[in-house]
């Protein structure tokens, strides 16, 4: 920290200490000093603070310009501000100063905005509604965390003086929820993603099915669902999405700027489906359903044609509910199938994505076979990866396979932090809170074009995870530094002030009801050294 900081920090520190002396018995006053505009997680490009804060009123107007998806976002923006504030902040298309939300052509890119902030308001600009979006995230990130609370709070509500210049080093900025090991339902879905759009996570990867259970309906094949989705890891119920529900929650990741990416998982992990239709399967015996943990035990019958009027039919009805560009095929540990058989189902499956106009993901086992032209690869190895297994990744990147970098060993949400953690798996080892941050995706894979990195994705598997409570423990604090690693550039990329801003977010989950695991790492409850 630079000397004069560490003045303002001790004046800042005083003045709340003279203020609690003369509020003694009253609640407990806010810091009347603002955010400073960098104690943002992501880290945004560019920060040039200075002027007055601009300070939220009973007065405020959200202006914002014709645009309607310009206007949602005002009213998201909105419904975060008038329970705490208590104020009304009207939306309005005229007038000028409060808070703006601009659209305007400008160097921002799809996803990028600038916030500018002075006496007289705070204006967010973008190229569009999503830039906007993001930059109604680090507005909230620059408000007192009680502005996140459900009832009316004494502020003050002031935003530090100064301009962010915002946008994103990656486009791909994912996190995967394995909704097939354990069933999470639509509204647990729908608090992953608000706590995903805090942190301007811009893909849902679902992972719709898995051989504990299959989790969408599909009309010309209705007992994959009913049947195959009906139990679950440990036995319980399963359940599964119907295509309303499904609907919803495309619509509701749309609403905060995510883009559901679904995944059938294909050849292997397929026990649900087989148990589902006899006819599946090479032998024309349905297994039973599965409970436990184990992987790589089940195929689809490749030698049947049968198999490819399902993936048809399934990959069909499946594009027809997914608005984005992908679709995710999984691909790994088929250790049921014999190699010419996983590269003969990929040849024959790759090409149903696209004729249902989606783009094929698959996990990176998929290099080993012939990866369709504008494929994305995701890659879970670890650095104990053989360096064969590798040099495959890193050749298909070469001849243009895009690559989502997800190593088990750094991003996955599902690993235990430590022993001592009591959810999740260990074995891609245990990863503390820095092990999952100070890495660099662009050099994490030697040979790699710069290119073909096309962003991150934080995985979390649900073998050990059965509610929301357990989701948030293993997502955080984790899980802003993957959103970081995504979104910031790599020049930004420093574990000792990072550990200052994570610390800082605390706040904001104990507010929102997000449980966390408190890292020895962070610095809770300081401003750090
Ligand atoms: C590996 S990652 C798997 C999953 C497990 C996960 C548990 C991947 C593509 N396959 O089937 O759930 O490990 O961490």
Redesign the pocket.
């Known amino acids: 920290m630079r000397p004069h900081h560490r003045t303002l920090r001790l004046l800042g520190s005083l003045l709340l200490l003279a203020m609690g002396v003369s509020m003694t018995g009253a609640a407990p006053a806010q810091a009347a000093s603002p955010t400073p505009l960098d104690r943002v997680i992501p880290a945004p490009a560019s920060v040039a603070p200075g002027g007055s804060p601009y300070r939220i009123t009973r007065g405020t107007h959200i202006h914002v310009d014709g645009s309607r998806a310009a206007r949602r976002v005002a009213e998201y923006l909105a419904a975060v501000l008038r329970p705490s504030t208590g104020y009304r902040l009207p939306i309005t298309d005229r007038g000028a100063g409060g808070i703006r939300l601009r659209l305007a052509k400008g160097p921002f890119g799809a996803e990028g905005y600038r916030l500018d902030s002075g006496r007289k308001g705070v204006t967010l600009t973008a190229a569009g509604p999503a830039g906007l979006f993001h930059g109604v995230q680090t507005l909230r990130q620059l408000l007192p965390a009680a502005v996140e609370k459900d009832t009316v709070q004494p502020g003050p509500w002031l935003v530090a003086g100064g301009t962010i210049t915002d946008s994103p080093r990656y486009g791909w900025r994912g996190a995967m929820l394995?909704v097939s090991?354990h069933f999470f339902t639509v509204d647990q879905v729908k608090r992953y993603i608000d706590q995903l759009a805090l942190y301007k996570i811009n893909k849902l990867h679902l992972h719709l099915s898995?051989d504990q259970g299959w989790r969408i309906a599909v009309d010309s094949w209705p007992r994959l669902a009913t049947y195959g989705g009906s139990t679950e890891v440990g036995g319980g119920p399963g359940g599964y999405y119907t295509k309303a529900q499904y609907k919803e929650i495309v619509r509701y990741a749309g609403s905060r700027y995510l883009e559901v990416v679904p995944e059938i998982?294909m050849p292997g992990?397929t026990n649900a489906a087989l148990a589902s239709y006899a006819e599946l399967n090479c032998d024309g015996v349905a297994p039973p359903l599965y409970t436990g943990?184990d992987?790589g035990f089940s195929s689809l019958c490749v030698g049947k044609e049968i198999t490819y009027d399902f993936v048809d039919d399934v990959i069909r009805e499946l594009a027809a509910l997914t608005p984005g560009k992908y679709l995710h095929i999984?691909g790994?540990?088929a250790h049921s199938t014999s190699h010419e058989d996983y590269v003969e189902f990929m040849d024959r499956v790759q090409p149903v994505v696209a004729k249902y106009g989606k783009t094929v993901v698959g996990?990176h086992q998929l290099t080993g076979a012939t990866p369709a032209k504008g494929a994305l690869a995701?890659y879970?190895g670890l650095d104990s990866t053989s360096a064969e297994e590798k040099a495959q990744v890193v050749k298909a990147a070469q001849s243009g396979t895009g690559l989502i970098l997800?190593p088990?060993d750094r991003v996955?949400l599902?690993?235990k932090y430590t022993k001592d953690t009591p959810l999740g798996?260990s074995?891609?080892g245990y990863v503390e809170v820095r092990r999952s941050y100070d890495w660099d995706p662009g050099a994490y894979l030697a040979g790699v074009p710069a290119g073909a990195v096309r962003g991150v994705e934080a995985?979390m598997?649900?073998?050990t995870l059965e509610d929301s409570e357990h989701i948030e423990y293993m997502a955080f604090p984790r899980l802003p530094g993957v959103a970081e690693l995504g979104w910031s550039s790599a020049a930004s990329h420093d574990w000792e002030r990072y550990k200052v801003r994570l610390a800082a977010q605390a706040e904001r989950w104990d507010v929102l009801g997000i449980g966390y695991y408190r890292s020895p790492q962070v610095p809770w409850g300081s401003d750090g050294p």
């Open positions: 394995d090991r898995d998982d992990h943990t992987v999984g790994d540990e996990w995701q879970w997800s088990a996955y599902d690993m798996l074995w891609a995985p598997w649900s073998e």
